[in-house]
């Protein structure tokens, strides 16, 4: 929630003004600081975050440009917007000189005065951002919030630091990607970040019609429809200042993107039942594995309420597009489920991992941690097999290759084969069950790439 300090010696006029900002949205009453002095405003910017100091120029013996230049000697970032009776040009250009970021009269109209502070207020969040991403913000601060993302794929650390430096912006964040790729647990990091200490409730919003998302979000006060016997919260009330994570935001009717719509932008909803309208300082994260701009323009999905969202948005690569994240993946789950069950942790062979590396994993990383944790439960101490993983490999024909016994594959030869012959025979069978694969066949035989490229190449000549 947006933070104001209102600076003025007319203590009616500051809490007239406060009722007036607190009305029209542009922050909670209780966001909203009063000081009558250049001291008592001190104190306050020393012990709470102020987004933004509304300053009258006349402070009964105090001036105004005096205090103005006391907080930007204090906080040279601090935004300042000036307010006062006199309407003087001189006063105006000596204020900005001085760091002001504005000079407003008090008698302006109402609906003026708040279409420009929102607009100070937004370059103000844009400057933050910026800085933040400039400074290299994302090293300093939440640096373990994203520790349970696991990875080392270098566009994937891009968007992790990409996200701790929005973290300031009160905007909506929207996260795609295919299923299973780590959504969820990237927005849960983004808001340990963006409001540390602060509720966060997640709510899987496919399949809930109207009414039900109604319900859930903005909860209902008793008598609201048949059944309704007493109020209940919802979660936008239940989450405060704090973040609400809505998932599969793609499955969302469109009577339901009505609502969502204007929440996010007029930051208030009414519960169910109820002619009371009540503001909120969550913070928005959606998330889809749906492509909102193709629905869009099919219709499915309202524009509005998609560039709404899109302020801020990342697209999470699938497993597949970062196969160096499998084995450090691989190496986390063994761990984590060795230490689950109580097991010793086994030890994957360098060419099974390979292997691994080179399968498409449709269920992304959720698919890569359910296999580990199925090798390690029946795992019984030895080395796992690649007969093991064996249900994974249809698409490149690897089938029960850790059982000999099982094994389809034949040679045939009338007398006993030489290695080199052989090692030529085994890079053929390979060849073939990759489907022409040169990495796919160096993992089903242990041996490297390069070996076989050069055999080939060899062999060619």
Request: glycine share 6%; aromatic share 6%; hydrophobic share 40%.
């Amino acid at each position: 929630m947006i933070n104001i300090l209102l600076i003025d010696d007319e203590q009616s006029w500051c809490k007239s003004l406060r009722r007036t900002l607190a009305n029209h949205g542009l922050t909670g009453y209780d966001n909203i600081f009063l000081s009558c002095c250049g001291a008592e405003a001190f104190r306050i910017l020393k012990t709470e975050k102020i987004d933004l100091v509304l300053l009258d120029l006349m402070l009964g013996s105090e001036m105004g440009s005096d205090v103005l230049k006391k907080i930007k000697d204090l906080c040279p970032s601090q935004t300042v917007v000036i307010m006062t009776g006199v309407n003087s040009i001189h006063q105006a250009a000596e204020c900005m000189k001085q760091g002001a970021a504005d000079y407003l009269v008090k008698n302006m109209p109402v609906d003026e005065l708040i279409s420009t502070l929102r607009r100070i207020l937004k370059v103000r969040e844009l400057e933050k951002e910026n800085q933040a991403l400039k400074s290299g913000y994302f090293y300093s601060r939440g640096k373990d919030a994203f520790s349970e993302f696991i990875t080392v794929n270098e566009k994937m650390l891009n968007i992790i630091k990409y996200l701790k430096a929005v973290s300031e912006s009160g905007q909506p964040i929207l996260i795609t990607g295919d299923s299973g790729v780590g959504k969820g647990i990237l927005a849960k990091a983004a808001a340990k970040v963006s409001r540390p200490d602060k509720p966060f409730l997640s709510l899987n919003v496919a399949g809930l019609d109207t009414q039900m998302f109604s319900d859930t979000l903005f909860g209902h006060v008793k008598g609201a429809f048949t059944g309704a016997e007493s109020s209940r919260q919802g979660m936008i009330q239940q989450a405060k200042d704090g973040t609400v994570f809505l998932d599969e935001i793609g499955d969302l009717p469109v009577q339901s993107q009505i609502k969502l719509l204007y929440l996010i932008q007029d930051r208030q909803y009414q519960p169910l039942g109820s002619d009371a309208v009540v503001r909120t300082g969550a913070r928005f994260i959606c998330a889809t594995n749906q492509n909102l701009e193709s629905k869009q323009k099919a219709g499915e999905f309202r524009r509005d309420l998609f560039f709404r969202l899109n302020t801020h948005m990342v697209r999470v690569p699938s497993l597949k597009e970062r196969p160096e994240d499998i084995p450090v993946l691989i190496d986390h789950f063994i761990k984590e489920a060795a230490a689950e069950y109580g097991k010793e942790e086994p030890k994957l062979p360098a060419h099974m991992i390979s292997l691994l590396q080179t399968y498409d994993f449709p269920g992304n990383v959720r698919q890569l941690r359910s296999m580990v944790y199925d090798i390690v439960a029946r795992c019984q101490g030895e080395t796992p097999r690649l007969s093991d993983f064996s249900s994974l490999f249809e698409s490149i024909n690897v089938k029960n290759t850790g059982a000999p016994q099982e094994n389809k594959i034949t040679f045939s030869y009338d007398r006993l084969p030489t290695a080199e012959e052989m090692l030529n025979d085994l890079i053929d069978k390979a060849m073939e069950a990759s489907g022409g694969s040169q990495a796919k066949a160096a993992a089903m035989i242990g041996i490297s790439q390069p070996t076989i490229s050069r055999r080939l190449k060899e062999r060619k000549l």
